[in-house]
């Protein structure tokens, strides 16, 4: 999947969150968002995912323009996304299973598949010990893993991940950063927002687009 935005400002209640930002995120490309808190990096993610439409410019996904897409289009192409959320974003009247199982049952997957599907990704990620608690019960990590198997589970086209590696510890944060990059080998395109120099160093192979004040102070190209 991939992205375009042409001079775009997003402004709430007349305070611009971001202002005339441009960038190209190709097929299968990864991205790295970075910069300090208020940036605009989430912003910028909830626009790639139009949760956010631009106050003025333009953003197109799989070069379609979000600003005119019908609401059903709308969530075909969210189908094609997985979104892990900085503060995971789990329904607490959910277990675990029926969370990550969401996205395959509002898809219109058979419960037989959506079974199969949830039982491989809660293995793969190693939280099937909790698949039958509630998210009260999940500490800050599990509930982070919890967030990438279900941003997994529909094999998406594009992942977007808001600080996925925040708040955790550092075997919990490899695990994650290690997902990630092989779900970008495996062909999604990735674009990740976070701080944390451990997961900007070790673990994304591409640029980075830097942000500061809502706006584009750089991109570097980090080849590793």
């Known amino acids: 999947m991939h992205f375009d935005l042409k001079n775009v400002t997003v402004q709430f209640d007349e305070i611009p969150a971001l202002f005339d ?6 097929d299968g490309a ?3 968002l970075t910069g300090p808190t208020g940036a605009g990096k ?17 953003v197109f ?4 323009k979000t600003s005119a897409l ?7 192409l969210r189908r094609k996304m997985g979104i892990m959320f900085q503060d995971a974003k789990l329904m607490p009247s959910l277990t675990v299973y029926e969370n990550v199982l969401y996205p395959l049952i509002i898809a219109g997957y058979s419960k037989r598949e959506a079974n199969k599907r949830g039982l491989e990704v809660l293995a793969d990620i190693g939280v099937s010990y909790v698949r039958d608690k509630f998210p009260r019960q999940l500490s800050g990590g599990e509930k982070h893993l919890v967030g990438l198997a279900r941003a997994i589970i529909n094999k998406p086209e594009c992942i977007i991940a808001d600080e996925p590696t925040g708040n955790v510890d550092s075997e919990t944060a490899d695990k994650i950063a290690t997902i990630l ?12 927002a976070t701080h944390d120099p451990y997961l900007a160093e070790h673990f994304i192979n591409g640029p980075r687009l830097c942000l500061y004040e809502g ?6 190209k980090q080849e590793l």
Not at 21 to 26: E, P, R, T
Not at 181 to 192: D, L, Q, S
């Open 21 to 26: 930002v441009s960038c190209k995120i190709a």
């Open 30 to 32: 990864s991205l790295l």
């Open 42 to 58: 989430t912003t910028l993610l909830k626009l790639l995912y139009a949760d956010v439409l631009p106050t003025q410019g333009e």
């Open 61 to 64: 996904i799989a070069g379609q």
């Open 70 to 76: 019908a609401p059903k289009r709308m969530r075909e």
């Open 181 to 192: 990059k092989r779900e970008n080998t495996r062909g999604a395109t990735v674009i990740i």
């Open 215 to 220: 706006t584009v102070v750089g991109i570097e």
